[in-house]
């Protein structure tokens, strides 16, 4: 079945660092493609998302480009701060006509020190 | 609009009580969900409905859990009687379905629910 895997975590930057975190995908067909943040006592929230292949979603200095050959979708960052430590899932939907669930990895837990 | 709105935030109950979560979604939305968040087991989803009719609920772990959405604008989850390992925080959440396939929920602040 449709499956998401994400990088473990804790991942541990000091903040102005380069972040990556990884996120690969298996489903058939074209899915859609969400990076989600959970900040401490909260939702989660939607980061960015992409729907088709070669797809760039960007959004709070954030971005993440659907690579259907490598069925990858990592996320990365060019300077971190401290405000980014949260929890980011990866997700995707089933592009299959009217049918709707997101189906998520099991998260990456991101620290940013000063 | 104020987002979709849990009720209540945190409960803390003993085993074989009844417990009733309470989820208003975002006006407008036709899907609504309900996810289940554990250390162990990450995010789960239990059931969800599209416009008020439960879809698909393969993910409720038990007869002891039952959702309900009577109306547009609320849904619950009921635990009886309800067990310490149903300790979690649930998420309701909303979305509408947009043409091109893709949806975008919008998540409540959760409910974190503490069995003893």
């Known amino acids: 079945g449709d499956s998401v895997t994400q990088m473990e975590g804790p991942v541990t930057l000091s903040e102005e660092a380069f972040l990556t975190i990884n996120c690969t995908y298996t489903?058939?067909?074209?899915?859609?493609l969400f990076w989600y943040v959970q900040y401490p006592g909260e939702g989660l929230q939607l980061l960015l998302k992409?729907?088709?292949?070669?797809d760039k979603g960007s959004n709070k200095g954030f971005e993440a480009t659907y690579r259907k050959e490598t069925t990858s979708f990592h996320l990365e960052k060019g300077s971190v701060q401290v405000s980014d430590s949260a929890v980011y899932f990866c997700?995707?939907?089933?592009?299959?006509?009217?049918?709707?669930?997101?189906?998520f990895g099991a998260g990456t837990r991101l620290a940013v020190h000063p | 609009d104020a987002g979709v709105i849990q009720s209540p935030r945190h409960e803390v109950t003993e085993m074989g009580q009844e417990v009733t979560l309470r989820c208003k979604p975002i006006?407008?939305?036709?899907?609504l969900f309900w996810y289940r968040q554990t250390m162990m087991r990450g995010l789960e989803l239990l059931i969800y409905?599209?416009?008020?009719?439960?879809?698909?609920d393969s993910g409720m772990p038990e007869d002891r859990f039952s959702a309900k959405m009577p109306n547009a604008s609320f849904s619950t989850l009921k635990i009886q009687p309800s067990e310490p390992r149903d300790s979690a925080v649930y998420f309701c959440?909303?979305?509408?379905?947009?043409?091109?396939?893709?949806?975008?929920?919008?998540f409540g602040a959760g409910s974190r629910l503490t069995v003893l």
């Open positions: 959440a909303s979305s509408l379905m947009s043409a091109a396939g893709a949806n975008v929920l919008t």
């Open positions: 489903a058939t067909g074209y899915p859609s």
């Open positions: 006006s407008g939305h036709d899907y």
């Open positions: 409905f599209n416009n008020n009719v439960p879809i698909d």
């Open positions: 997700a995707l939907t089933p592009f299959s006509g009217g049918y709707n669930k997101l189906i």
């Open positions: 992409a729907t088709k292949a070669d």
